[in-house]
């Protein structure tokens, strides 16, 4: 098609072949010309090579994650400078392949990822992001196991391609597992087409018939019928498997596969209906606004398949991630227009509606308990209304004809409401902001409270004065005044810190802040701040009028001096042995020194291995308390202190591996204290501390232990059942010292600290290392001699023994030598007890048990009365309480049975003793028996065991949490609250939610109470932090911008926009398709930053304003030219001249018109370069349709024979070179390749250089 435009006409070569002689050949190839001659380094190169080309081919892929199925929904969230998580994966992917990842949001919030790079690489990150980015599903699918390998491909190379493309793991049993079960994780897209593939690749290997049917996606549907009727009737018929690829996989195809008859009868059917279809079927396209496709598509399809069944017309959709809006229907021609009718009546059956109201009028519009919109609600059946936080509009969704309605109801409220609320604004120092909401927002919640108005109050970042009130007109006057007020009083305050050690704060607050509440009274204007306890800080702050601040400030000063002259603390040195003196009985020494010196007095547990005695009080007091202790040990022993001179380099082989000599020295000698120098010193002395008579000992040993290490020392191993040390050892140490002194050798035994227990260690010199050796093994054969000891013990008694699992027997074998003990079965009327094992072992055993007979002889039983309902408090969680109890104080603790119902249990009602009469006045007062709980054990045991179980009996207080916070205290499915009741071991009670109750009930021991009541209080501050932090980010503002400017705002790629979000931190809506506003555009974020986005875009608008537009003629057959290789030229050209240029479209009338907008100076300069560009590229188009109609053949038809010649002979010139014989003497037809070169002899034929 000749597409010339000029006026210049071009010659038509036929006319001119058939009128004129044929040209010279210089006529037909005029000589170029010419030009200097160019010296170019090429000429010198001894041979021409090709230019090598590197083919990179590179590809891009997106794709979108929908909203429901993204892992990370925060994108929108996050603040400016913050970095989201999928934005570090996506990093991290694009370091690892090498390639390009960008992720936007779209206004559904899916998730739009566009991967660029090589196609290998774009392939592998694509299945990363989806594996990270997007929820994975799981499935499991039965396919034999000998069509495995046919999946897995030589060297895996299939599987891999296959995970690659649906961006999936799939996962192949082992052969050993002989399983035929494969696991495929992905999205359901993917999982989707991996299956389709895997269940192909399975059909086809299997021996059984296989056909690929070409059938065209659209007509799937016809095929499959509604809901698959047609396929799965089709199938129960012949008994063919009919695989059709779901609808994310498009691919035109069917796959049927099974017994040969029965895929034969399902291709034939199968091809018939797509021939019939394909031949009858007819298409319309309708447009159908995006957010009604749902409807039109219907739960799981169920509209698409109500529509097929009902017209037999397919309904296509396009996809959700495409911008579309047109749905296509396919059929006969006479259904087309009942399907049509029912996409309409299924489109338009559900409408959204908004209704403006300022957002903070929303509560009121909803009512108390909901009761207003409740109305409206109850009117309109079919309409669900939502508020949105932070907006200033209600969305009404349902049907036309009852949203219209609805929505006119919410008006009416919303002008009601206008008409009767107002707001107003006071300006407070920003400073005066967390004074005025109080600890815990108690103030604030107070006002709010007595005034019925809701106070907005800026955040700190916000650097904002103004508190806003909005509510009842006298509300907002009445919390005006008190906050005005607070103010004022508050610019009057001063703040003082004060500095209070923190081990006195507790003392200062006192039980339950008993204490402090009256200081608190005594100052009432003052408010007291204690550091949190985890803070490990000494100041406290103190804030009041200036008066009151000064005077308290003199009293906690007064206060803590004399705190710190009663509270001077020492530290004595008491021996071990010695503390139960210390105490006397039942604690009358230690009392008596308490009261007397009025110190307090802490000494380390029975199980601690200190005897460290902590003394507090007045210094004077607690030197008296000191002295009257030390006297208390000198009087039992005569303490002595003295030194030993040893050489420094022997110390650490006297210490021995791990202290294990030192040590056994020390517990040998009644536990005196010995202490070495340290090891950067080169002192020899060494400090031994004790009773006099234990550091004369230990002072011999240590002297023996070095004259030893000075002249010779050997040492040997003995190993021996770490239950016959004690025997080994003796009573005293009876047995182990006769070895020494027999032998002169040291015995060292494992401490508990010591990991290898069985190893005994003899050290000396050698004839008496080998000589206690020999003793030491003999006591170990003794002691392998088992012996059989035959006792009584009071079959009362037998029981204690062999409950929990014969734990009391279990300790005694561990401590003796591992005997064994037996007491007689249950129900065998016998008081015998039998022991084998060791003598001396046995003889061990006996006395023990005979000592816990003689205990439990003496122990008494004192009742406990505690409410049964608070006894599973007490017990604690697997009974732990109750077992810290019963092995600490060694008592039996035994908890009533539950109650028989029915009142089956009043026949064991206690007889009248001697006649006595019980009133029920009586009865009232004495203890039910539910509630008794019995302690077995020593006296004073047991009523120790009795405070400790009392302190357990749950208390309850209730905390003051708002309502809208008890959905984040309790968590997703209660997760929260159950970990705070088990890290507090309290049970937290939350009301109701028809209650609509603020106050959260916490039931557990008083200490536990205390520490999650805190924890409320702190999540409750976190909580309306963040309220108050959402509020702020709900400012709206509102800008008005002509909709042809909103693609430029917008940007390429969003890239515009997307700047101005992250820079300004806000959200910014663009008014949807069919908007009545089109021109409004919505700007959500912090108000200053609001208000900085709406700047920066009317500075955007205000530039694109200021430009022009120009249209320009350019021929359009060189747009392709000047719009380059993928548009680069044209990007270079509207990058140079900054401008915008726009070319016409295929449906525009004028297709040679072409919009250049911009600065007028610069669209001018564009314009000019355009032109230029036109007239360098119009002549080679020119050129380039002459050329072409010269290759054409000739179009007229030859009227003789001479033409039929003449076209044979093609295009003619004359006197061309090649008519005549070349002239090799020519030096123009053959010139010299360089100067000075001989031209080559006759004899010699022409032709390259051959190199010798």
């Known amino acids: 098609m000749d597409t010339a435009t000029n006026s210049e006409v071009v010659p038509n070569v036929e006319d001119e072949a058939f009128d004129a002689e044929p040209p010279t050949y210089d006529d037909a190839f005029p000589a170029l010309q010419t030009s200097e001659k160019r ?21 891009t892929q997106v794709f979108t994650v929908p909203l429901e199925e993204r892992r990370f929904k925060e994108m929108k969230e996050s603040q400016f400078g913050d970095e989201s998580e999928q934005a570090k994966i996506c990093k991290d992917i694009m370091a690892r392949k090498n390639v390009t990842i960008e992720i936007s949001l779209a206004r559904d919030q899916s998730l739009t990822v566009v991967i660029h790079g090589k196609a290998d690489d774009v392939m592998k990150a694509r299945r990363d992001v989806v594996t990270k980015l997007q929820t994975q599903a799981n499935v499991q699918m039965k396919i034999p196991r000998e069509h495995h390998r046919f999946i897995l491909g030589k060297s895996g190379k299939k599987l891999q391609e296959l995970e690659l493309a649906t961006a999936t793991k799939i996962s192949l049993p082992r052969p050993e597992d002989g399983l035929d079960i494969i696991r495929i994780v992905g999205t359901k897209d993917g999982i989707d087409k991996a299956r389709h593939e895997i269940q192909c690749i399975s059909d086809e290997q299997a021996k059984l018939s296989f056909e690929r049917l070409p059938v065209l996606k659209v007509f799937h549907p016809f095929i499959c019928g509604p809901n698959n009727v047609t396929i799965k009737q089709l199938m129960e018929e012949t008994g063919a498997k009919i695989n059709v690829p779901p609808p994310s996989v498009m691919k035109d195809e069917i796959v049927v596969s099974g017994e040969t008859e029965g895929v034969n009868k399902c291709k034939a059917t199968i091809m018939m209906i797509y021939e019939e279809k394909k031949r009858k079927c007819q298409t319309v396209s309708v447009e ?48 087309l227009g009942p399907a049509l009718t029912m996409v309409y009546s299924k489109a338009n059956s559900v409408v959204f509606a908004s209704v403006m109201a300022p957002h903070w009028l929303h509560r009121f519009i909803i009512g108390k308990k909901g009761q207003n ?19 200033d509009k209600i969305t009404v969704e349902g049907p036309p004809e009852e949203v219209s309605l609805a929505v006119k109801a919410l008006e009416n409220i919303v002008q009601d409401l206008k008409s009767r609320m107002d707001f107003t604004e006071i300006k407070v120092d920003q400073r005066f902001h967390k004074h005025i909401i109080g600890k815990g927002g108690s103030n604030i919640t107070r006002i709010k409270n007595e005034t019925g108005v809701a106070i907005r109050i800026p955040s700190d970042n916000e650097n904002s004065n103004i508190i806003r009130i909005e509510g009842d007109p006298k509300g907002v006057i009445r919390a005006k005044e008190e906050l005005m007020e607070m103010a004022h009083r508050m610019e009057n305050e001063k703040t003082k810190d004060i500095i209070i050690e923190q081990r006195f704060h507790k003392n200062i607050i006192g039980a339950k802040g008993e204490k402090i509440r009256e200081i608190r009274d005594r100052f009432n204007q003052v408010q007291i701040t204690f550091p949190d306890p985890g803070k490990k800080s000494d100041v406290v702050t103190l804030r009041g009028p200036k008066n009151d601040v000064d005077k308290a400030h003199k009293f906690m000063q007064k206060m803590h001096e004399d705190m710190i002259e009663s509270n001077f603390q020492a530290q004595v040195h008491i021996f071990k042995g010695f503390h139960k003196n210390i105490i006397g009985k039942g604690g009358a020494n230690i009392r008596k020194i308490r009261d007397e010196t009025d110190t307090k007095i802490d000494l380390p547990s029975e199980i601690s291995e200190s005897d ?4 507090t009080g007045k210094k004077a007091n607690v030197q008296s308390a000191k002295t009257k202790i030390e006297a208390i040990q000198k009087q039992l022993a005569n303490i002595k202190e003295i030194s030993v001179d040893i050489p420094h380099r022997l110390h650490n082989s006297i210490i021995g591996a791990k202290g294990r000599l030192i040590r056994a020295i020390m517990d040998e000698c009644g536990g005196v204290i010995i202490r070495f120098p340290n090891e950067s010193s080169t002192s020899d002395k060494v400090t031994i501390r004790g009773p006099v008579e234990d550091v004369e000992s230990a002072k011999k040993q240590l002297l023996e232990l070095t004259s030893e290490k000075q ?32 032998t002169g050798a040291r015995i060292i035994f494992p401490t508990d600290h010591d990991t290898d227990q069985e190893t005994i260690t003899i050290v000396g010199k050698e004839e008496n290392v080998k000589k206690a050796q020999k003793e030491i093994e003999q006591l170990i054969k003794d002691l392998d001699n088992i012996v059989e000891l035959k006792f009584n013990v009071d079959p009362k008694h037998h029981r204690h023994f062999v409950a929990r699992r014969g734990e009391v027997l279990r300790h005694i074998a561990e401590e003796y030598g591992g005997v064994t003990v037996s007491f007689p079965r249950s129900g065998v009327k016998s008081s015998e007890v039998i022991i084998k094992g060791p003598k001396d072992c046995v003889e061990g055993a006996k006395k023990k048990i005979l000592d816990i007979v003689a205990d439990l002889d003496a122990q008494v039983t004192v009742e406990c009365v505690i409410e049964q309902k608070y006894h599973r408090t007490v017990m604690g969680s697997l009974g732990s309480n109750i077992k810290e109890i019963t092995k600490t104080h060694d008592v039996l603790v035994k908890f009533p049975d539950k109650p028989v119902a029915n009142g089956a249990a009043h026949h064991e009602e206690e007889p009248i003793v001697n006649g006595e009469v019980i009133t029920d006045n009586d009865v009232e007062k004495l203890p039910k028996k539910c509630d008794t709980i019995l302690i077995t054990g020593k006296p004073e045991n047991c009523q120790e065991a009795k405070a400790a179980l009392l302190d357990l009996v749950p208390v309850a207080e209730e905390v003051t949490v708002p309502y809208d916070f008890h959905r984040f205290i309790i968590g997703q499915k209660g997760r929260d609250v159950r970990k705070m009741m088990q890290d507090f071991d309290v049970n937290i009670s939350i009301p109701p939610a028809d209650e609509n109750s603020d106050q959260v009930r916490v039931l557990g021991p008083p200490a536990n109470v205390k520490r999650a009541r805190q924890a409320l209080e702190e999540k409750v501050e976190q909580l309306e932090k963040e309220q108050e932090d959402r509020r702020l980010q709900s400012f709206e503002v509102m800008v008005e911008v002509d909709p042809k400017y909103h693609p430029k705002i917008i940007g390429r790629k969003g890239l515009v926009i997307k700047k101005i979000r992250e820079e ?17 555009i919505l700007i959500h974020g912090y108000e200053q930053s609001a208000i900085d986005a709406k700047e920066e875009i009317l500075k955007l608008v205000q530039e694109y304003e200021d430009m022009v537009s120009l249209e320009v003629r350019i021929d359009r057959r060189i747009h392709p030219r000047i719009i380059g290789a993928k548009g ?3 990007r270079r050209i509207m990058e140079d001249f900054s401008v915008d240029i726009r070319f016409p479209r295929a449906e525009d009338a004028d297709p040679d018109i072409v919009t250049i907008t911009g600065m007028e100076d610069n669209a001018l300069e564009c314009q000019d370069h355009l032109l230029n560009l036109q007239e360098e590229f119009l002549q080679d188009v020119i050129d380039q349709e002459y050329l072409q109609q010269l290759q054409k053949p000739p179009s007229r038809t030859p009227e003789s024979g001479s033409a039929d010649h003449q076209d044979a002979r093609g295009f003619v010139v004359k006197n061309a070179p090649w008519d005549r014989a070349p002239d090799t003497t020519s030096t123009d037809d053959f010139p010299a390749f360089g100067g000075g070169v001989v031209a080559p002899r006759t004899s010699q034929s022409w032709g390259p250089f051959r190199r010798n």
């Open 1128 to 1130: 680069r030229t044209l």
């Open 373 to 391: 919109i409740r109305n409206v609600t109850g009117e309109y059946t079919k309409v669900h209304i939502e508020f949105t936080e932070g907006q």
């Open 39 to 59: 010296t170019d380094p090429i000429l010198n190169q001894s041979s021409w090579q090709p230019a090598k080309f590197v083919n990179r081919s590179k590809c």
């Open 711 to 742: 002249l010779s020392s050997y040492t040997a191993e003995v190993l021996a059942n770490p239950q016959y040390h004690k025997f080994l050892i003796g009573k005293g140490g009876s047995n182990i010292r006769k070895v020494r002194e027999s």
């Open 288 to 335: 159908v606004g995006k957010s009604q496709h749902k409807y039109v598509i219907g739960p799981r399809g169920s509209g698409l398949a109500e529509i097929l069944a009902a017209t037999q017309v397919s309904v296509e959709v396009p996809p959700l991630d495409s911008p579309s809006e047109t749905i296509t229907l396919r059929g006969e021609q006479d259904k």
């Open 1064 to 1080: 300004y931190g806000v959200r910014i809506q663009f008014p949807e398709r069919g908007d009545e506003n089109q021109s409004q």
């Open 612 to 615: 460290v005695i902590t003394i």
